[in-house]
């Protein structure tokens, strides 16, 4: 009894033994509940109705996607914008919180981190999908060739690439050097094709304290490496919209904006996956209602900051002097868009307000379809960033109230979820989604917080 | 090889208006006389057979797909939108070639540049189709390959594909197109003129549009050549290429001039000028 | 002196050789990106009359130009017409019993062009112009006309069908262009990629603004 | 010869050229060996592979005839432009010029004659089809022959006559479903001259009664060019000012300084009614003017013109002040005031203001005549297919040939064509395609396109010298075995009916060239052998006519206006029609529909409604309010002969009781291009004729609208999509200055 109450308020149980965490963890890898196939199952079965989709696409030309002259990247670049801000949220946790050591960070940080570099994937994607001539996407590398020719590097689309090339890169590293010494503990547990697999993984390591010392740093460096990264990535991909002649996108506040947006949807995001993997992988002893408690409030404050961003976007261009921007603003809020952009709005900042009740923070069905709500406004936002201001920019003649994509575009959008689905169940299936050294280290902690205070 | 050239250059690159004087021999520039200019659409049909470009249908039509170069717009006056006494008002409507065009700076592969003469050129088959340009285009006037026209849609069966003109591509599919000046006439008189050791004389080239238009409300010509007729215009309209904001609207003192540029407050210094409709109110 | 002990850690496991390995994997890919364009293997090609260049330009010393008559007033160069080959054969007695020749009647009798294969064959997208290259070596700099033609053709004189045996890609062709040598006009340099804006003539020299590829519409079309 | 060595260049290379360019800028080979090059075996030393050379033609789209020259590169025509030479339209071509190249490029045309066999159209070559016409033809009885052909003229025009003539019959029947033919009666009563030269560049006031002369009135190009300087002002003269008055505004209207919407059928009334005003207020006037037309006009008091017109009051005061003011003007006459049963008295009340103006002989002046009548232009009219029509209910002929007209598709439904058609013995029809009307042929031939034709042509309209333009072939035939030249079928025709007047002609092209040369003397002097002038003549495109000294100058000009025949019966409507609107087809660049099939055409938006690719009806917005009609409601629009279902434009450009209808579309047989699309005006016109000439009176259909509940997406350029965005949204566009603002005079 008393240790039930005791389990329900701290962030992890401390008489946790270290063989049990290993147990638990690597059941993961081992036997995950039926629901992990069906997701799995799932998420494949959409990703072939997206790849069919952009099958065909390639074959046809754009056009199948609906896009035309005005609006010409419709739901592409939107989702592109999308899945590059549920990126932001892994660095969040795994290094932001790792530097200013908030503990309770270590039981999802993995999962979190995977997240990041598998929604960047995801992102990838978009950039090629939505290009006209995805064949000749070697023009935009700047490497040496017989043409003799650069890219420009000029174009915001050209420093995207760059920057999430390297972000990609670097959060792969991050993610893989985070988890050598769990590699480590797998390949000792494991037998047969894994156990070489993990001893690949694990780069022979031993566990000895010069080992460790290294380890250390480097992931402390990478971490430090790995912050302005984030924080610049989707400031470049705001400035493909701040520095372009759009009504309504250059707008100074844009990168800030985009920044808050993108950790917001990430953190909405971790709280889904959250209860998914504590479902499907039995992890009720380590992702815990206290830690879905603090990511959720964590989740509120970035609302909030993205709130006062988005108020300000909208304060800039009512009080700026581009009267053609101002129009597209009021065209947003009463136009063909207005039902979306009021849900936007709406599930943007007056839904996070139920996340200031204990309540519904300790309630996992109700966070799962509130963190999913919050999403869906989340991409709304970009879509209403894209879609509104090209159907009603400075030219008259070329306005387009009526545009909705085409079921080939819907079908590589919801595609790109199952592609990311797919991925991330693989991922959680061959490496532990919780740091199962980091936990250890976790329970010590507190064991050893908890005898000071006895002592004291 | 030349990043070091970009490199060192990049003050240049971020360079937001044109400098004067940029095209001391050649800079290719359009006015069009409104108030000549009837609509009659017969440039945009001598622009379809000057350029290749491809005839798209009703369907693909009606989803904003056409791909007409140049089109002529037509507005009614808010005063009397339902007995426009005062008829229609007419504006032909192609790439306004910009010194500053937005459309260059952020094309990731540097697939359209300016020349050297003022015009702001397409590569097609240097275009990957990312669109960034059409999305920074104030006017609009950029039209994307939304199909593969020639093969798959078979915009040109047979035997139209001889009335093809071959001094230019058949843009194929997934790339960005636009009104060009006709380069390709401009780029056969630029030769001849150099074969023959001399200037490019005004009125030896013309576009596709201006040579059809039956009240020649189109003028082309070059505008560093100070006795061009399109320089002329220029010059007693007060429009001065590299300023985004011309006399007429500084002060009230000059009511009778005609000439403007179509968005010249966003500053892409177009290359074409306007001149206002005239409209007699005492009939 | 720290990423220096974590190498150390790891070199250990060998994982320097990998990494090396993977370094020259990468320069070895760029390499061959750079050179591909020189890949040009210029096969030989079948032609329905093997006209033997190396008798008319290399033996009889033939100006290129004198068949090849559109080359200096066209973009296209074109292939002679076949009444320029019976002007002269026509009265050329000792040949007249050569397979060659008499195919080549064979097609006069019956008014009929002969479908010779093209060798040098661009992109589509690519505007070559022969007069201007032409006039420039040829009639101005006055440099022999075998010389001139042989700076894309080669050494037809030495062959009987004409080969390809320059790359023709663009690099190549920038290679020339970019060249500083003293007669090259400043403007027929090239600069990639371009600037956004026109350079002010303080940069370029006047001779550059109205022409020479420096604008991408000069070759690309 | 000269001409076989043309045809030699005009041979197509193996165009490697523009079949690579469609496959361009994707991957294209550039391995050696892949493509073939060619060049001409015996090239003209000018031919030059790669270089384009211009060959002069003549334009026969519209009866405008414009010059024009052709670019052909290659052995292939790419494009036309206009003829400088000409002074008709001075070196300018409109779109519908433009898009002639598709009429020869055109994939729908016919490549093989079509007899009828077992009542199916079959395929045959032209060796067997030559003899079956011939013996056929030959087997008329006499005088049992029909010639239905569009305007002609020139050589053309002579040899169907002969032909016609040689089958003792005298039925060349020339037909046109859009004819002018009031206006010209009209002209030559009070004007003296069916189409006397108008100096609109000279006026300074136009007032245009539905004459659409910028867009498809007359000679359209001719105009345009004279209208730029009519709008340019000098020291001398001010910028001209154009006042339009129509029921349903053209592209004249939409460029006139005033528009001016009126009942239709009242023009001739207003015209009056301003005659009446001017000679109040100037009886000095009077004195060109019969008492006739002052006693008529006194009739025409303001106020009663006011209530009949439902001009307003402000409207009729400024335009008569203007016509006080400005001198000198112009007053045109067009369709829409003459398609009525009255209409010939429109026509001549509103002519007779150029007396009362005093405008003839100065901007009105009479054109220079012809020294050739037989070779000069026959307008069609209407007239003709009713004639036509009678003719075949009577079963009077044994042979008819058709050629350049589309009776089926363009005749009103009333006059029966479809059905009485097959009463002709043998249907020979000349057609490019396989239209309407060459379905129900008994004999199709495959005719060449314009591009491919030798001909001459004189103009009804004609600028400032008379001038005949020659149209020679820009191209070697697209089949040579599949179309041949209408002149040379015909020139076989006569051969049998009269061998000796004809046995010296190889063929239509040595038939002109023979014609031209012996009266080389009648035109502007070429020196030179008759070598050199045909060389030269045909180099140049156009020759122009010595006009003999009797035929120049204004002085042809009645002196006075003669009496008129006003009779305006039927002006008016009765009150209670149960079709309570009036039709106003509309004409476009389709022309009476045989444009229909240029895709280039298609897809070029309305001018005024940027619809493409379908008809639409045009309702005044006041009017859809009333019936609540919205963009895209597919109406029922029915008039007594007949109804049709199309989408509703709201169009502010009508008087509110009128719809407007445009014609060309509805094909049924036209080729991928027209097939479906649209409807046909034609079809549902009411048997109204005017009462002095006979002629169909098109703007007098009445005809009433229902929705049939059904909408649809409108197609068109206009922002489109966008609530149907009809200003510029505040943005500066197209900005308008007031004229009196305006420093014209001191522009370039």
Redo the contacts between chains.
């Keep these: 009894m008393n240790s039930v109450t005791q389990a329900k308020d701290k962030d992890i149980r401390e008489d946790l033994s270290w063989s049990q965490i290993n147990r638990d963890v690597l059941a993961s890898l081992e036997r995950p509940r039926a629901t992990y196939w069906v997701l799995f199952a799932l998420a494949f079965a959409v990703f072939l109705v997206g790849l069919g989709c952009e099958a065909y696409q390639y074959d046809t030309g754009l056009g199948v996607s609906g896009m035309n002259n005005p609006d010409v990247w419709g739901l592409y670049i939107a989702t592109f914008i999308f899945w590059i801000g549920m990126s932001h949220s892994g660095t969040l946790l795994s290094a932001i919180l790792h530097i200013i050591h908030a503990d309770w960070r270590k039981p999802i940080y993995r999962f979190a981190e995977a997240m990041t570099t598998f929604s960047l994937m995801t992102a990838g994607l978009f950039v090629a999908v939505h290009l006209g001539r995805l064949w000749e996407i070697y023009y935009a590398l700047p490497y040496p060739n017989e043409r003799w020719t650069w890219p420009n590097f000029q174009s915001p689309l050209l420093w995207d690439a760059m920057a999430i090339f390297t972000y990609l890169s670097s959060s792969i590293l991050f993610l893989y050097v985070g988890a050598i010494p769990d590699f480590a503990i797998c390949r000792d547990y494991a037998t047969g094709w894994r156990k070489t697999f993990y001893g690949k993984l694990a780069l022979g390591w031993m566990g000895t304290d010069r080992q460790w010392r290294n380890f250390r740093v480097s992931y402390l460096v990478i971490a430090c490496f790995l912050i302005p990264l984030a924080v610049s990535v989707h400031s470049i991909v705001a400035s493909d919209f701040a520095m372009s002649q759009q009504p309504g996108w250059h707008i100074t506040s844009f990168p800030p904006y985009f920044v808050a947006g993108a950790l917001y949807s990430g953190c909405a995001a971790i709280i889904t996956l959250f209860i998914i993997l504590r479902h499907v992988f039995r992890f009720e002893e380590y992702m815990t209602l206290p830690i879905l408690d603090k990511t959720a409030r964590l989740t509120f404050a970035i609302a909030m900051v993205w709130t006062y961003l988005n108020c300000i976007e909208y304060a800039t261009v009512w009080y700026g002097d581009s009267e053609v921007a101002k129009e597209t603003l009021m065209q947003r809020a009463t136009g063909p868009y207005s039902v979306y952009w009021w849900a936007m709005n709406f599930l943007g900042s007056v839904l996070p307000f139920t996340l200031i009740f204990k309540k519904v923070r300790a309630n996992l069905s109700a966070m799962m379809v509130i963190s999913l709500l919050l999403n869906l406004g989340m991409w709304l936002e970009r879509w209403m960033i894209v879609t509104p201001t090209f159907s009603h920019g400075y030219y008259p003649w070329t306005w387009n109230h009526s545009f909705f994509p085409s079921l080939v575009q819907w079908g590589i959008v919801f595609g790109s979820f199952g592609w990311f689905g797919m991925l991330f169940m693989l991922f959680c299936k061959l490496v532990p989604s919780v740091s199962m050294y980091e936990v250890k280290e976790m329970v010590f902690h507190r064991k050893l917080a908890r005898l000071h205070a006895s002592q004291a | 090889m030349s990043l070091d050239a970009t490199l060192n250059d990049w003050t240049k690159l971020r360079q937001t208006h044109p400098l004067p004087g940029s095209h001391p021999d050649l800079k290719w520039a359009m006015a069009i006389d409104l108030d000549a200019c009837t609509g009659c659409n017969a440039c945009v049909v001598a622009c379809y057979a000057e350029n290749n470009l491809p005839v798209v249908g009703k369907e693909k039509f009606a989803a904003g797909q056409a791909m007409h170069w140049m089109r002529i717009e037509r507005y009614w006056n808010e005063a009397d939108e339902n007995a426009p006494e005062q008829g229609a008002q007419f504006l032909p409507m192609m790439c306004q070639q910009c010194e500053a065009a937005p459309c260059e700076t952020v094309c990731p592969v540097g697939a359209t540049n300016h020349t050297n003469d003022g015009l702001n050129s397409q590569v097609y088959n240097r275009c990957i189709g990312s669109r960034y340009c059409s999305a920074n285009c104030p006017y609009k006037v950029r039209y994307f390959n939304w199909y593969n026209y020639p093969e798959q849609v078979k915009a040109w069966p047979e035997p139209l594909p001889m009335q093809l003109n071959p001094d230019l591509t058949v843009r194929t599919k997934g790339v960005m197109e636009k009104c060009t000046f006709c380069v390709q006439r401009l780029t056969d008189a630029k030769n001849n003129a150099r074969t023959e050791g001399r200037p490019i004389r005004d009125g030896e080239v013309t576009t596709a549009c201006a040579q059809a238009c039956p009240t020649s409300a189109i003028t082309f010509g070059n505008l560093s050549d100070a006795h061009s007729q399109v320089a002329q215009k220029w010059r007693l309209q007060r429009v001065e290429l590299d300023k985004d904001k011309q006399l007429k609207d500084i002060d009230g003192s000059h009511p009778g001039l005609r000439g403007y540029r179509i968005f010249e407050d966003l500053r892409p210094y177009p290359s074409v000028m306007y001149l206002e409709r005239v409209r007699d109110t005492q009939a | 002196m720290m990423s220096h002990t974590i190498l150390g850690s790891l070199a250990r496991r060998g994982t320097v050789r990998a990494a090396r390995a993977w370094l020259l994997g990468v320069l070895g890919a760029l390499g061959l990106a750079l050179v591909s364009g020189w890949a040009w293997a210029g096969d030989k090609v079948e032609q329905p009359i093997e006209f033997p260049h190396d008798i008319h330009a290399g033996k009889m010393g033939i100006n290129c130009m004198y068949c090849h008559t559109y080359a200096r007033r066209s973009k296209v160069a074109g292939i002679p017409p076949l009444r320029k080959c019976m002007g002269c054969h026509e009265n050329i007695e000792s040949v007249k019993d050569k397979p060659r020749i008499k195919k080549l009647f064979e097609y006069w009798e019956k008014k009929e062009a002969i479908p010779f294969k093209k060798v040098h064959d661009l992109p589509d997208f690519v505007r070559f112009n022969h007069e201007r290259h032409i006039q420039r070596f040829y009639f101005q700099l006055g440099r022999p006309v075998q010389e001139v033609c042989g700076y894309c053709h080669g050494n037809v004189a030495g062959m009987t069908v004409a080969e390809k045996v320059e790359p023709l890609s663009m690099g190549w062709c920038i290679s020339c262009h970019q060249k500083d040598h003293p007669d090259a006009p400043a403007g027929t340099r090239v600069n990639f990629p371009r600037m956004s804006l026109a350079d002010s003539p303080a940069q370029e020299p006047k001779a550059e603004t109205s022409h020479g590829p420096n604008d991408c519409w000069q070759c690309h079309k | 010869m000269k001409n076989l060595q043309r045809r030699d260049f005009l041979r ?1 290379l ?13 991957f ?16 003209e030393d000018f031919n ?4 384009g050379i211009y060959y002069a033609s003549t334009c026969t789209q519209c009866e405008g005839l414009c010059g024009v020259v052709g670019r052909v ?2 052995g ?7 003829n400088v030479a000409s002074t008709i ?1 001075n ?6 010029g ?2 002639s ?2 009429h020869h ?3 729908d045309r016919l490549r093989a004659p079509l007899l009828r066999k077992d009542g199916e159209l079959k395929p045959i070559t032209w060796a067997e089809a030559m003899p079956i016409l011939l013996d056929r033809t030959a087997a008329t009885r006499d005088g049992r022959f029909a010639f239905l052909t569009g305007p002609v003229s020139g050589h053309f025009k002579v040899l169907a006559g002969n032909t016609t003539e040689a089958l003792g019959s005298r039925q060349h029947l020339v037909y046109d479903p859009l004819s002018t033919r009031i206006n010209r009666v009209a002209a030559e009563q009070v004007l003296g001259s069916g189409a006397p030269r108008l100096l609109l560049e000279q006026a300074q006031v136009i007032v245009s009664f539905g004459a659409d002369f ?2 498809t009135w007359v000679s ?2 001719h105009f ?2 004279q ?2 300087r009519f ?2 002002a000098t020291e001398d003269k001010p ?1 001209g ?4 008055i129509e029921p349903r ?1 053209t ?11 009126i009942r239709p059928g009242t023009e001739g009334v207003l015209a009056l009614g301003i005659a009446h005003a001017l000679l109040a207020a100037r009886p000095s006037a009077a004195g060109a003017v019969p008492p006739a037309l002052v006693t008529a006009a006194t009739a025409f008091d303001r106020s009663r013109v006011l209530t009949d017109t439902g001009v307003s009051a402000e ?1 009729f005061d ?2 008569v002040k ?1 016509l006080q003011d400005r001198s000198p003007a112009v007053v045109l006459s067009g369709p829409s005031a003459e398609g009525h049963v009255h209409g010939y008295s429109n026509a001549q009340a509103i002519l007779a203001l150029n007396w009362v103006l005093g405008s003839v002989g100065k901007t009105v002046v009479a054109p220079v005549k012809s020294p050739f009548p037989q070779i000069a232009a026959e307008s069609g009219d209407t007239a003709a297919l009713r004639q036509f029509a009678d003719g075949l209910a009577a079963g009077r002929f044994d042979t008819v040939f058709i050629h350049d007209v589309n009776p089926v598709y363009s005749a009103p439904a009333f006059l029966k064509i479809p059905e009485l058609l097959p009463k002709a013995g043998f249907k020979v029809v000349f057609a490019q395609y396989r239209d309407e009307t060459a379905n129900l042929a008994d004999l199709v031939l495959p005719v060449d396109s314009s591009l491919e034709d030798w001909g001459t042509h004189v103009a009804p309209y004609q600028g400032e010298n008379l001038e005949l333009t020659l149209q020679q072939p820009l191209m070697e035939r ?1 089949y040579p075995d599949g179309t041949r030249s209408v002149g040379d079928v015909l020139l076989e025709v006569l051969k049998r009916q009269r061998p000796q007047e004809y046995k010296g002609f190889a063929d239509y092209y040595a038939y002109l060239r023979a014609a031209l040369v012996a009266n080389r003397a009648a035109f502007a002097p070429i020196d030179g052998d008759d070598e050199y002038f045909w060389t030269e003549a045909l180099s140049r495109g156009v020759l122009h006519v010595k006009a003999g000294a009797e035929a120049h100058g204004a002085e042809h000009a009645p002196a006075r206006l003669p009496a008129l025949e006003l009779d305006f019966a039927g002006a008016t409507t009765p009150a209670g029609d149960p079709y309570p609107f009036t039709l106003a087809p509309a004409v476009r ?1 389709l022309r009476d529909g045989r444009h229909a099939n240029l ?7 309305d ?2 409604t ?1 619809i ?3 008809s639409w009806a045009e309702v005044h ?2 009017t859809a309010k009333r019936l609540g009609i919205v963009d895209g409601d597919i109406l029922e629009i029915a008039s007594a002969s007949g109804s049709l279902k199309v989408q509703a434009y709201v169009f ?2 009508l008087h509110p009781d009128v719809i407007g209808l445009p014609l060309g579309q509805g094909h049924e047989s036209m080729g ?1 291009y027209a097939n479906g ?1 649209g409807v046909n005006p034609f079809r549902i016109l009411d048997p109204v004729f005017d009462r002095r000439t006979g002629e169909l009176a098109m703007y007098a259909t009445r005809v009433r609208v229902s929705k049939t509940g059904t909408r649809t ?1 409108i ?1 068109s ?7 149907n ?20 005079s ?3």
């Excluded at chain 4, 292939?76 to 206009?82: D, P, Q, S, T």
């Excluded at chain 4, 895709?599 to 938006?605: A, V």
Aim: hydrophobic share 40%; net charge positive; with cysteine.
């Design positions: 197509v193996g165009w490697g050229g523009a079949s690579a360019s469609v496959a361009a800028c994707g294209t080979s550039v391995d050696s060996g892949v493509e073939t090059v060619k060049s001409y075996v015996e090239p030059v592979p790669g270089v590169r290659d292939r025509i790419l494009k036309l432009e206009g339209n070196g300018k071509l409109c779109g519908l433009q898009a190249v598709q490029y055109n994939p910028l867009d359209p190009v345009a060019g209208y730029a709008r340019r910028r000012t154009l006042v339009q505004m592209l004249t209207g939409a460029n006139a300084d005033r528009w001016i919407a409207a400024r335009l203007l697209l660049a895709p280039w055409l298609q897809e070029t938006p001018s005024l940027t493409v690719w379908d917005p006041a502010p450009g991928r699309i997406n197609v350029d206009e922002g489109w999509k966008s609530g965005l009809k200003t510029q949204a505040g943005r500066k566009l197209v900005a308008v200055l007031p004229a009196d603002k305006a420093k014209l001191e522009e370039v």
